[in-house]
């Protein structure tokens, strides 16, 4: 038997390559299918089943291409519906893998068809669960991403206290529990950044598997404090229920070099946006007028989910060298599967075509202090709420507009006024300078380093807990 995680940072996401004497399982794949198919081939072993705990909202599954490839079988969990063949598992239904048998157990809550997938051994030992998003090392998937007008936040959550006591808590303490997600997920609340556990010691340090707990007291502590759902997530959950171009394809279309000219026939569309995805130093220095920062190196696709609303949206690239298949394939992971091309050699070729470019005033987070303690300015502060109650700039003129929420609070931003822009690190900043001057705010100032570089300064007060005089 052998099993391996497959981690994707970005998306912090789990899939899993289970084996058995030559017949192989996937468990939640992701879009792209030649890892897994290269992983089966190295080891001699064919694709048998394609497990998917639930429909994703966060990434866009590759089990249609899986299978198609693979000849594998796609089996969902009961309640699922699609518009492709799938097998329907029923709950406590055994699926035969070589030596192992991979048990499918209904644990709704997260989502009504949400299940789950115990292995057991050649001697009837139960040693692993695959839990998809009903339960996470340290916490459980949220209960209100599938939510019907026949069934509330608190009615799933009542579903998931359920599903783990009588589904998964009866498990041996010894059983390794492996989520589909870990911290970074916008899947759940309170995510470890530790990838698997032994169920005994969740039950022992998650605060939703306490024994003592009753399911109202369960039902109150997961439904609250959820923020809003990135906006990408329900498209994403109707694009794993449908049928959609495959991945090969859209690497085919995509991954297209383009001359200037080219380039700028495509952009002058009306729905058509350019993507640049190199770093933050390099964007602030130069970058064409009108195009948004992702970096690649940061958390790169729920960014680009989050912010821009149109999935159908044509975009072009500016990429770094090598990066272009990459960048692509990152994009169709969240749903972004309309990609033109790349600008051949990049800003670079921009500049010698003798074509326009922008950039964006950046400065030090000890200049910054220095200017700050000569004349307070107006500040912007685009953490997430969390972060700026715990700690923020003491000053009436501090404005917090968490860039999750940047696409719908900028007007009310006052285009007269100079703002000195921070995130934690340096890099949402960037991306919120991008939109904001996208939107037609030109005095705009980067602080580099952001919060965590200007708490080395005593110039400037920070504080906790202490209410903004402004705030969107």
């Known amino acids: 038997m052998y099993i391996q995680q497959l981690f994707t940072g970005c998306l912090a996401e789990m899939a899993y390559y289970i084996e058995s004497n030559g017949e192989a399982a996937i468990i939640d794949p992701l879009r792209e299918t030649t890892p897994y198919i290269e992983m089966a081939k190295d080891r001699n072993a064919k694709i048998k089943f394609i497990f998917l705990t639930h429909f994703h909202a966060d990434f866009v599954s590759g089990h249609l291409d899986l299978a198609k490839e693979t000849g594998a079988t796609i089996v969902f969990g009961p309640n699922a519906k699609t518009a492709f063949d799938f097998h329907q598992g029923k709950d406590e239904e055994l699926f035969e893998l070589g030596d192992i048998k991979i048990k499918l157990l209904h644990t709704p809550g997260h989502t009504m068809e949400s299940s789950s997938y115990l292995l057991i051994d050649n001697k009837g030992n139960t040693p692993y669960i695959f839990t998809g998003d009903t339960l996470f090392i340290g916490d459980v998937g949220r209960p209100d991403l599938a939510v019907k007008s026949d069934l509330t936040e608190a009615d799933l959550a009542a579903h998931l206290f359920d599903s783990l006591r009588n589904k998964i808590m009866s498990l041996p303490d010894t059983t390794i529990v492996y989520p589909a997600h870990g911290a970074g997920s916008a899947c759940g609340k309170n995510m470890s950044k530790e990838t698997y556990d032994t169920l005994g010691n969740q039950k022992a340090t998650n605060y939703t598997l306490r024994a003592d707990m009753t399911k109202e007291e369960f039902i109150k502590e997961v439904t609250t404090g959820l923020t809003t ?24 279309d995509a991954n297209t070099p383009l001359s200037v000219e080219e380039f700028k026939t495509i952009l002058s569309n009306e729905n058509s946006l350019i993507i640049d995805v190199r770093h933050e130093n390099d964007f602030v220095k ?46 169709s992971r969240v749903g972004y599967d309309n990609v033109k ?33 000569k004349k307070p300015c107006s500040v912007l502060d685009v953490r997430k709420e969390s972060e700026f109650y715990s700690e ?17 609070e900028y007007p009310q931003l006052d285009k007269n006024k100079t703002y000195y822009t921070h995130c934690a690190g340096g890099y949402r900043s960037v991306i919120a300078l991008s939109i904001l001057k996208a939107k037609g705010f030109n005095k705009l100032i980067n602080i580099e380093g952001g919060f965590n570089k200007i708490k080395e300064y005593s110039t400037v007060q920070t504080s906790p807990y202490v209410c903004p005089t402004t705030m969107l």
């Open 229 to 252: 759902p990135p906006q990408y997530f329900p498209k994403n959950v109707a694009m794993n229920k449908g049928i959609n171009k495959s991945y090969d394809e859209i690497l085919a």
């Open 392 to 408: 923020h700039i003491i000053h009436d003129d501090v404005t917090n507009s968490s860039l999750d929420k940047l696409m719908k």
């Open 286 to 331: 130069s970058h064409i007028p009108g195009s948004l920062f992702f970096g690649l190196d940061g958390g790169f696709a729920p960014w680009v989910g989050t912010l821009i609303e149109d999935l159908n949206t044509s975009i072009l690239l500016i990429t770094p060298k090598g990066r272009e298949e990459e960048t692509i394939t990152r994009l």
């Open 341 to 373: 091309g790349y600008l051949k050699g990049g800003i670079k070729t921009w500049i010698a075509a003798g074509e326009n470019v922008a950039s964006i005033d950046s400065i030090s987070a000890e200049t910054f202090a220095e200017e700050f303690a």
